[in-house]
């Protein structure tokens, strides 16, 4: 079975920076997409960035500038680099992995537990 284990999350003032990491274990062949996603109280989970096995990236607008997402393909790990945080980027942040190849047949997505993220003075 595939695991995404994520950390890094916690309070931190507005301006502040946070890490957030994933890795993702098992007998795993390879993983198309790795993404961040995060959902707010009352809120849809919304996507925030992914990043794909060639290295290319999407942002959603609102933390285009502010956000680095990066990933170790030897690791199996995707990390967020959060910049200028904003009372409004407070949510529970989950990472999700994409077309996972368990082998030749098997190929399906995954999702962390989640990690909570609090901007707030």
């Known amino acids: 079975q595939v695991q995404l284990v994520e950390s890094g999350g916690g309070l931190v003032q507005p301006g502040g920076s946070l890490r957030l990491s994933c890795a993702a274990s098992g007998n795993i062949f390879s993983i198309y997409d790795m993404g961040w996603y995060r959902q707010a109280p009352g809120k849809q989970r919304e996507l925030v960035a992914t990043?794909?096995?060639?290295?290319?990236?999407t942002y959603v607008n609102s933390v285009k500038g502010r956000f680095t997402i990066s990933r170790d393909n030897a690791k199996n790990t995707t990390y967020l680099q959060m910049n200028s945080l904003k009372p409004e980027d407070t949510a529970v942040y989950y990472c999700k992995a994409e077309k996972v190849r368990l082998s030749l047949t098997r190929i399906y997505d995954f999702w962390g537990q989640g990690t909570q993220v609090t901007v707030s003075s």
């Open positions: 990043i794909t096995s060639g290295g290319s990236t």
